[in-house]
Every structure is written in structure tokens, then in C-alpha cells.
């Protein structure tokens, strides 16, 4: 019987940057540590350099304070882009990943730290963490969706972990937004992906300043080399016309996903996350105006829609959380009073 | 302890037919029974009529052997449309039933019968008869798509029935397939609901053929005084051109609806029931190869997409899994232990 109430390690395998932390069993990190993933070394570096970080993160935590001196982490979760097989525990390609596969990340954790080791998809990982321990707390269904390079997101519902028939949970970036509109990652066009990552907000946006041209209409954007999403809200916010209407359009597409949400599951409580929602306001007071008029009125009067707690250690806290499931999990049943040692 | 293996009660409240039925733990039905609902009588005189058919049943049931001569039922189940309050008990005003604005039908069932009574939304609970004893037997996560006079449906998710906060589950029918087209039930425009009900079809087709005058093309739909959607299908398998495009349409909107509840809950199974689906393969065929193509390549893997198989029993049936659901639910703990008697 392992205890639950003690700190687990969180490995999130980002495409950028390794982060690793201990977490508790009240969701606090001890012993944070990130450095670059250098896509160009090859998983076999990697994940040793991952390995070697979380058994620095937890003599950090130690040192800290979050371990007692001879307490050890109780298990491992590792949060990582898909695709993957969270049931087998292997990395099967990560799209951020290139070369990865098939790395058995599961049986390498064990091996190295000797203890239980859990797999999942990052967006899960993530949906998990901000139920357990952010924005969800005491909900009950909860589905959380994340707007960054792309979208993605996952959803606690009556409590469990949603994995689904595939093992990814859900794709949310997949939603039909706006039939035979933009084409996106997978095989349909008009998706909320297409529209409402970071990287669709930048591209719609240099695309609206390309059209200006001979419509004597002007942008700040203009001025720009590149334009980010943050350019946009911050543009729309300042009251620019052109980023009013890219950000306008956003939000509208974005409540057409999660009205679509909120009449399919009901949930208690939709969470945002990713680096598009620190436009906070600006998103988040048109959205919930737009999904609440829209949605059916039970779903509509049962739901909140609110802001990720978790910011940038939703990875390693989404990994802990995951590791914590781990751990909840009935034990395969003792052979001991079934069957005779041979 | 209540026996689960004993046969429950099932009652399905219709706005045109009451219908009830024995529910055996395998899901056979025995003594099934049904007559007009008469909404004029009103709900004391219809309650009373519906009680006393299930009383009939129960009979029926035992002169069929279903039912032991001095065994009784070990539940019953009522489904009824919504909205109501499952979790309390009441009816609260279903729209096929005006006047029903406050019918406590779990109290009055209890008081009845002496026996557990439990209530669910009808679309919800014809999922879960079809997960426990229809198409769904032996999935997980299983989807159910309702296409008669509206849209609804239900899911169980991971063997859970999917109840929501709201209590309704899921309105599937208010899932956008094209955002700022028809209007329909409810406060969205351009719903599935709008365009796949046997309702929204009928209408359609009778618009395009109003739409015909002067284009100097023709449809057999023309000679028909009012066309049904049982029409357009027929119309379509004989190849009528107007029929056709009606039918495509209708079958590529609610292909978008099935690929975003695979995507969003990546099921093992979506199961399509009610009067529209009688189509069989003019239906099914092409929304599978449509369903498949759009929807992620893990969860199109992971699902397959079936007719229900329970006709018109569904109701029946449903309401009967839902009794089972009551009677397999943790009894409250006993306080004998715990506290001594005063």
C-alpha cells in the first residue's frame, strides 16, 4: 500500500524546455527546475537530462524542505505532447518531437527511479492539474481548454479523468468553427484550431494587414515585422480597428466551440489556459457574454467559464496530478491467498 | 440488499403513447403495453391511467412466465421528456406535455408502487438501454444520436451514464453545423437540430420544392400534399435530383456533428436511433466515410458508428436500465454501527 499524502515528481517533456518539480499532495511545487530541450540531441540525451533534472529537482525539494531527509518522492508522472500511448506508457511520435518514435518512457522511469511511473498527453495532464489543484477545485465535470501554438484540452468529467476509446481524451482543437473556412492541422478545415491558436491569431492578422493596401484604412499592426497574438489583444485593446475585428472574430469562433462544449457535457465549469488567455478580459467578458446567451438554458445556468490558476507550472503540476491517479488506482490483486508459491 | 437480478418496472411517458413493460435483466421485455397519452385528460388522470398500465404489465408479465407468481418487480423507471429534474423527481414542464409544470413523478411513484422509483430525461435514458441491452453492449464510451421530430441523445461515458450539471446530460441537437443558417429550438441558429430532425428534413424538402417553380426542373416531392422526411429518403434512394441534395445536405451536417463529438469524447461507439435513421444505409454509409475522413486519425480508429437496436422499445428498455441504475447504487451507509440506538 503506497501512502498517497506523499510528494510525487512532474516531468513535462515540452518541445522548447524540460521543466520538473515535486509536487505535494496540496498541489505546491518544491524544487522547480527547467532548462532547453535541444530537439537536436535525440531522446536517448534527453531523457537522460530529464532524469538527471528531476533527481535534482528532488534534492532541491529536499533542501527546501517539501522531503523529509530520507523521504523519497512516492511516483513519477510524465506530461507530454501526443502522440502517445498513455496505456502502454510509450511516446509514439510527439508531433513536437521529431524522431521520437517509440520511447518507452514509462519502463525507462521505472528503471531509473524504481518507482510507479504514469504517462499522458500534456493537454490531459494539464486539464487534470488545474482540476485537482488550480481552477477546478471541487468541481465535478470540468472541461479545460488551452489556446497557445495550437489548441488542445481535456476534461474531468463526474470526477475521472477523461481518456477516451484513443487514449487522447478529446481534441478540441478539431471543433468545427466555421464549415469549409481554413484549413488546419488533421483533415478538416473551419476548425477552432484554424482560428483561435496563438499562431492563427498572428496569420489572420498579417493576413487583414496584407488586404489593407489600397483600402486607405491603416493598423498599427502595419508597423510590425512580425505580428504575435500578444500584438493583436494588445492592438484590439489600444482600440485599433483591424485587431478589434481579428480579436472580434476570434472570441465569436471560440464561443461557438464551447457553447458546442457546454451543450454536449454540461459541465460544472469551463477552464481557459494557454498564452492566448493572457489577454484575460478582453477574452474572457465578450466569451462568457457569447456562450451564455447561446447554450441551452440549463447548461448555460449551470456553468462557469473561468481563467487557468496554474500558469507556467501547469506542466509539472499536470504531470504530479497525473502521477497522484497513479497512485489511487486499485493494486493488482495479491496472488498470495490465491495461489501457492511454486 | 436488493436483488439486481430481479425484473424492474418500465414506464415511458410520450407526448403521443404511454407504453410500459417488464424489464428483465437480460433487457427482454415482457408484458408490453401501450395506449394514446390524451394530453387533453391532464396529468392526474394520465398519471393514474399510466400507473394502472403498469399494474396491467406486471400481470401480463407473470401470466408470461416473465415474473414468478408471487414475485414482484424491484423497481421502476419512468422516462419522460425534459425538462425535468431528474435528481429530485419532478417533471418540470416537459415541452411535449403542456401543463405538467410541477408532477413529483418519483414520489407519486413511490407511493404507488412501494418500490424505488427513479427518473431520467428520455434521450439519456434510451442510451443507457441501448449501452446495457442494445448496440452498445460491451462498450465503454458510447455515444447516442436520437433523429426523430428533434435531436437529442445521451452518452456513457467510461460505463458511467453521462448525467452533467445541469442534468440533461447533452443536447446534441444544439451543436452548430452552420453557424448563422437555419433557426431552431433554443437560442443557436444553424444547429444540427435544424437541419437532421425527420422535422427540419420535411421542411427543407418542402422548400426546395416551393423553390422549383420556373427553374424548369422537377421532383416527384412535388405531387405529394405534405412531405415527410420518410419521403425525402425514399425520394433519394429512387434518385429523384431534389430529394438528393436535400438527403446529402442533411447526411454532411450531421457528419459534422457526429466528427465533433468524436473528436471532443473520442467514443468507442456513436449509435444512431429514431424515425430518420429507418433510412438504414442511405444513411449510414456515407456518414461513416464522412465521419471517418474528418475526424482525428486515433479517434476515427478507436469508433465505430452502428443503428440502435432496440426500435421501439427504446423507451421501455430505457427506462427499465435506469431502474437497474437505482437499484445497483450504494445504499446509504448504515448507521447501525456507527451510532447506538437511543
Redesign the interface.
Known amino acids: 500500500m503506497v501512502a498517497v499524502g506523499r510528494p510525487v515528481l512532474g516531468l513535462d517533456i515540452g518541445g522548447t524546455k524540460l521543466a520538473v518539480g515535486v509536487v505535494s499532495a496540496d498541489g505546491t511545487v518544491s524544487g522547480f527546475l527547467a532548462e532547453p530541450t535541444r530537439r537536436e540531441e535525440g531522446h536517448e540525451v534527453i531523457v537522460r537530462r530529464l532524469f538527471d533534472l528531476g533527481r535534482r529537482s528532488i534534492e532541491t525539494a529536499r533542501a527546501e524542505g517539501a522531503l523529509g531527509a530520507r523521504e523519497d518522492v512516492a511516483a513519477v508522472g510524465v506530461s507530454c505532447g501526443g ?1 502517445l500511448d498513455a496505456r502502454a506508457g510509450v511516446l509514439t511520435g510527439p508531433l513536437h518531437l521529431p524522431g521520437w518514435d517509440y520511447v518507452p518512457i514509462v519502463q525507462l522511469g521505472t528503471d531509473e527511479f524504481g518507482l510507479p511511473v504514469a504517462l499522458e498527453n500534456d493537454a490531459t495532464a494539464a486539464a487534470y492539474g488545474e482540476y485537482r489543484f488550480g481552477a477546478g477545485r471541487g468541481t ?2 470540468m472541461v479545460y481548454l488551452t489556446l497557445s501554438t495550437g489548441v488542445g484540452g481535456g476534461a474531468v ?2 470526477g ?1 479523468l ?11 482543437g ?6 469549409g473556412g481554413r484549413p488546419g492541422f ?3 478545415a473551419g476548425t477552432l484550431e484554424a482560428y483561435a491558436s496563438g499562431t492563427a491569431i498572428a496569420e489572420r492578422a498579417t493576413e487583414a494587414v496584407a488586404a489593407l493596401g489600397g483600402t486607405g484604412r491603416s493598423s498599427v499592426l502595419s508597423a510590425l515585422s512580425k505580428i504575435r497574438a500578444e500584438d493583436v489583444s494588445a492592438a484590439a485593446r489600444d482600440g485599433d480597428e483591424l485587431a478589434r475585428e481579428v480579436w472580434d472574430e476570434t472570441v465569436d469562433l471560440l464561443a ?1 466551440a464551447v ?3 457546454v ?6 465549469l469551463v477552464v481557459l489556459g494557454g498564452g492566448v488567455t493572457r489577454a484575460g478580459d478582453l477574452l474572457l467578458v465578450p466569451l462568457r457574454a457569447a456562450v451564455l ?7 448555460a ?3 462557469r467559464i473561468e481563467l487557468a490558476q496554474l500558469g507556467d507550472l501547469v506542466g509539472v503540476v499536470g504531470a504530479g496530478a497525473i502521477a497522484f491517479d497513479k497512485l489511487a488506482e486499485p493494486s493488482p490483486p495479491s496472488t498470495l491467498t490465491s495461489a501457492p508459491a511454486r
Open positions: 502522440p465535478s465535470t468529467i463526474n475521472q477523461h481518456r477516451g476509446a484513443a487514449g487522447n481524451g478529446g481534441e478540441y478539431q471543433i468545427s468553427v466555421r464549415p488533421g483533415n478538416r461557438s457553447t458546442d462544449l451543450d454536449i457535457l454540461e459541465p460544472d446567451s447561446a447554450a441551452m438554458p440549463p447548461a445556468a449551470a456553468v
